[in-house]
């Protein structure tokens, strides 16, 4: 793997909720990608969720609790990453505006959301990184998730070192900047809504006649995955970073252990 950067940067691995109960296979992928990078990780066990479900709908006094817990955990860390644009848009963008009004807690929140990065983005823009050493084939398609794209701009990074794999070819969708219809809270709230949203995604991916779907968020994946699976489509999917780790012996999402 080719970086830029010589030294060590500690960096504390937010692995993400759905990462631990559902792929933590994702985690192991993270942990790999970071130390091929040239980082020392720590994964503290202190971390819990990063608060979003609270946030959005409205319970800003858990969502507090919930992130002075973080901020706690991931002090002194020269770095947060997280394979999760989601989380990463949490922890940058709404820490601080959750803190409004409190000087410590705020300067310390920005703090934080200073040193967070989501994963890919993390690799290519802070580590210098330009290419995996990893195995994989056949034709992918990306899902851009709303946060990586619109919080976390990332967009070009996965698809960077996403190329500098033989033997992957990349087909866009159509419409890349649509959302899935996940959102959290939103896919319980208005399922109807939700459903039609993930089957027009899951049509333009089939549309593209990639074998696999990758993409950066695990709320993504697995609404888009369970979507597939239930219209019979063959198409597998993964979060990006096995695919970068070469660790995509686990069964794809949705396939069961």
């Not at 195995?135 to 996965?158: I, N």
């Amino acid at each position: 793997m080719a970086g830029s950067e010589n030294a060590q940067p500690q960096v504390g691995l937010f692995v993400t909720c759905l990462v631990d109960l559902m792929r933590p296979s994702v985690g192991f992928a993270a942990v790999k990608l970071l130390e091929d990078a040239g980082c020392h990780v720590a994964v503290p066990a202190a971390q819990t969720c990063c608060g979003q479900p609270a946030y959005n709908s409205g319970d800003k006094a858990d969502a507090k609790a919930i992130a002075r817990q973080t901020i706690d955990a991931f002090e002194g860390y020269d770095y947060v990453v997280a394979p999760s644009g989601s989380c990463a848009g949490m922890l940058t963008k709404h820490y601080p505006e959750l803190f409004e009004g409190d000087e410590e807690m705020s300067g310390r929140a920005r703090d934080l959301a200073l040193r967070t990065f989501e994963l890919v983005s993390f690799l290519t823009d802070v580590r210098g990184v330009t290419s995996v050493d990893a195995a994989f084939s056949g034709p992918v398609t990306y899902h851009d998730s709303c946060s990586s794209l619109r919080e976390m701009r990332v967009h070009d990074q996965p698809r960077k070192l996403l190329n500098s794999i033989d033997d992957v070819e990349i087909r866009e969708l159509t419409f890349n900047e649509a959302c899935c219809g996940f959102g959290g809270t939103f896919c319980v709230k208005y399922p109807d809504i939700s459903n039609k949203m993930v089957g027009d995604k899951c049509a333009d991916i089939m549309a593209t006649g990639a074998d696999t779907l990758l993409a950066g968020d695990m709320g993504c994946l697995l609404n888009i995955a369970g979507k597939l699976k239930r219209e019979g489509s063959p198409v597998e999917v993964r979060h990006v970073a096995e695919v970068l780790a070469g660790m995509t012996d686990t069964p794809s999402i949705g396939e069961g252990k």
